[in-house]
């Protein structure tokens, strides 16, 4: 048999001749060069190259590639079709007509209903159009949709997102920027992005992107308390001799949700605060933002050249009410595979905002640390490495629709991190550029415009009166007025509602006479363009009148017990009595010495910003309570110092402790411990006046002998913590309500040797993505026992119940983003527990190895029964 060759392969040129023919027939059949470049751009094509020879020759290897990309992609995505109904979608093809005459999507859009389907799922939703500027509605189909979920379902554990089409985000740039700050060990809040095959109306739109909103889901994935979103609105813009000045209005997402929540209307008040603050130049910024992760974010920024994310229109910030600190959100960073793209002069020392944030000298010593850790890690080549990992999968995922998706190539950043580490002096970054002005329109300067609510006033002096002021350019309309007493019962206020309702011009004021016994007042009021909200105002609080800020100079002479020493406070064994709330100056260690006994007054208590060091022992164990039959003091706070800062508690006891009662910044925690490492051998709280005895937050714990007795609601509060708790024991559990033992969210725990008794809620509650391990535990005369929820996985093992009333073990989901949770308990006993042990459809429960079958359970009815709470505010 003759073998003959095959025709050799077609060479460079002669590709490069058919993929110029091919494009030259599509351009004689389509309408426009436009088409064209949105076609390429949506099928995932980027020029590497400013160069229009280079360009050609990557157009023609990229149509080369196409074919075997698209036959070697992944073609098994998660499928999401959207219906629309016709007179609905006819109101999103106007707002689209409207944007392509005004040349940006209009600011106010319609908003329809729609009907998700998608893994044996059926969400009903609300949807409108996506995005400010074009790119996101011109092509044929794959215009970005933005949904928000009815009835706290979610879609990839997410209630709020947007069906957007790749290359506005550059196809796969915010994935890898997030690796690389997760890699780095920045913890920095960065949205989800899901390849996804989209079908609207039955007409398939290809490979899209389901990425992850700005609302409660994208906190709770990333490990966050509950908290707000600020954002900056553009207010009005004035040019003066060629000076862009920019005036904004700060606001939260999600308003209504948050004026309409009392704790979440004060965060918003105080979130709001400071960031008009900064932006006047009234707060620095490391008073401001958490000014590790913000140097964080920042140096991630300038190494991938992601200016975009630093345009005053794209900043996200979380404000944690922890610290009552705003952090940067990852947001439209727009990161580029090309090189000359991301080789740039750091555009964080350009733009206004971030470069009044790189002023503080906080900001800039974690700026300064973060450049040098991407450099080690582009050095030693792990950053290279990890994000061709990462990018390989995905690129496989957007093949299946953009077969012209351009690898980035990590390489590119070490180049940008030889320029920044260098100072632009190396002999390759002579020629490098800052961000062109032809990109974006840099403003000169700023301010931000006074809120109404944050310029209203409950005060005493000269006499007692809500004064309320407008300085905003719309009038205020006020509906009415409600109060509360010091003793939380609700006032109507007949006579002050006479003067309502009311409409108040820009600039105009009142004042209203309010009743001496009145605490709080709530002010029915919106201006124009907003939905009415209920403003919560405090008696002689303003928004920023307490803030957990370290003291600025060490303050405690008056106490000559208090022995001060070098960066330290030291209270020796002894009688003691204090009545002021004492606050350390910043990576303070205060020491309780053996013996330490100390009654707190009114309003009185103790906050460390560095480190605690408690040294009772059995014998003579350190005590603190309040003075005297006053219902309670003001709790001790811990925020240590940093991560690896490990603060020891040893044999104290707490007694009659609130939460600090001083400002608008409500912690839930009596005992209050935040951040670093814990060891703790010895801790008995009772008779607490809080919705948590204990509330330990982003730690390292290690804890034996804790003992929570008579709570007035809940006893351990755990959030995002690592560690191990052992041989402890919680009684007497919810006098007021909504009592549980051991409460835990988003952690990692190993439990052993815990006795619960009396427990008026749940014993051990397991939620949002928790993983436990529990043995040896016993639950008595408990409503419910342990319970596994929100994609949490427990193993138990030796665990013994009696006299449970509701369910003994249960597994389910509370809330939708997170999914179904598995629990298996192993020598489990229980008298009478047949019947009371329940796994939702979903969920798994196995109890010594059999496998209870799951069932309907109606989660919702259960929280608003017997699982209802009715905490103290």
Known sequence: MKLTHGR???????????????????????????????????????????????????????MAKAPINFVTANHHLPTVRVDITYPDWSLLVKDRETAFNQGFIPAKRSEVKARIYSDNKVLDAKVRLQGDLLDHVNGVNRWSLKFKVDNKQALFSSRRFALISPHVRINHGPTLFAETMKLAGFDIISPRYTPVNVIVNGEDWGVMYHEQGFGQDLLAINKRTEGLIVRLDLAEQKDTDGKVHRIFKPRVLQRNTIVNSTALGYQRQIALSLIGDFINGKREASDVFDSQRLGQYLAVVDTWGAWHGLAWNNWRWYYNPHTAKLEPIQSDVNVSPAKHSLMMRPPSHYFLLSKQMLEDKEVRKHYDSSIDTLGNLLTDSSLQLHLKKVQEPLLKALHSGLPLTTPFNPDNLQAQMVCLQSDYKDTSCINVSNVSSDLHQQMDSMTSLPLWDLNTHYVTKPSNNLIIRNPERQPLRILGLTGWTDFDERSSLEEANYSFPLELASGESFSVALPKHIKTVELRASTTGQSMGNYQFRRNIEPMSFLPRPADTNKVNQYAFIQQEKEAWRIPAGNWVINDYLVTPENWTLYLEQGANIEFG??????????????????????????????????????????????????????????????????????????????????YISDNVSEDALNIVNSDVDISHLSIKEALSDAFDCDYCTGKIYDSEFSNIGKRSGGDGLDVSGSDLDVSGINFSDIRDKA??????????????????????????????????????????????????????????????????????????????????????????????????????????????
């Open 8 to 62: 050799e392969a077609l060479k460079p040129k002669e590709w490069l001749a058919i993929c110029l023919g091919l494009v030259l027939v599509f351009a004689l059949i389509t309408p426009s060069l436009d088409s064209i470049k949105i076609f390429l751009l949506q099928r995932g094509y980027t020029a590497l190259s400013e160069e229009p020879k280079e360009k050609l020759v990557q157009f023609a290897t990229d």
């Open 602 to 683: 009114k309003n009185a208590g103790i906050m460390v910003f560095g480190q605690l060091e408690v040294e009772g022992t059995t014998d003579k164990p350190v005590k603190l309570s309040r003075r005297g039959q006053i219902p309670n003091w003001s709790g001790l706070s811990l925020f240590n110092a940093n991560n690896e800062t490990r603060s020891r508690i040893r044999n104290l006891h707490i007694s009659y402790a609130g939460r600090p009662d001083l400002g608008l910044w409500q912690p839930r925690g009596a005992t209050y411990l935040v951040g670093g490492k814990l060891s703790i051998n010895g801790l």
């Open 764 to 873: 051990v509650s397991v939620g949002e993505e928790s993983l436990m391990r529990l043995k040896d535990i016993e639950f008595a005369r408990v409503n419910f026992g342990l319970v596994a929820k929100d994609a949490s996985a427990v193993e138990a093992e030796s665990i013994t119940a009696k006299d449970v009333s509701h369910y003994a073990l249960m597994s389910y989901t509370k809330k939708p983003l997170f999914g179904s949770a598995t629990l298996k308990a192993l020598e489990f006993q229980c008298s009478g527990c047949e019947k009371k042990i329940i796994s939702e459809l979903g969920s798994k429960l196995n109890v010594n190895g059999v496998v209870i079958a799951s069932q309907a359970l109606d989660v919702g009815k259960l929280y608003n029964t017997v699982m209802k709470s009715d905490k103290p505010l």
